[in-house]
């Protein structure tokens, strides 16, 4: 069973920056994708950016340019580093770990930017 762990949720002003970061344990399959979404009140959730164990990124639309998705040397930790942050990126943002096996989420950070 795969459990994710995240940190780095927070309050910041529009313009600043966070670092989410997300630490995967239990039985991971190697070939893998882990990524970030984001869900706020109303909304559905919605992919931030994702990266494959090959090193291949994606990214929405709206923070591409902003955001940058990476992972560690181990492979079982993602990052996701939010500069330029606006008031519209705050909600709470999920890790997510997928494979031939599972689909596995994190309990969620919260992220909230001041105006």
């Known amino acids: 069973q795969v459990q994710l762990m995240e940190s780095g949720g927070g309050l910041v002003q529009a313009g600043g920056s966070l670092r989410l970061s997300c630490a995967a344990s239990?039985?991971?399959?190697?070939?893998?994708?882990m990524g970030w979404y984001r869900q706020a009140p109303g909304n559905q959730r919605e992919l931030v950016a994702d990266i494959n164990s090959g090193g291949t990124t994606n990214y929405a639309d709206s923070v591409k340019g902003r955001f940058t998705i990476s992972r560690g040397n181990a492979k079982n930790t993602v990052y996701l580093q939010m500069n330029s942050l606006k008031p519209e990126d705050t909600s709470v943002y999920y890790c997510?770990?997928?494979?031939?096996?599972?689909?596995?989420w994190g309990q969620g950070t919260q992220v909230t930017v001041s105006s």
């Open positions: 997510n770990l997928r494979d031939i096996y599972a689909n596995t």
């Open positions: 239990g039985s991971i399959f190697r070939v893998n994708t």
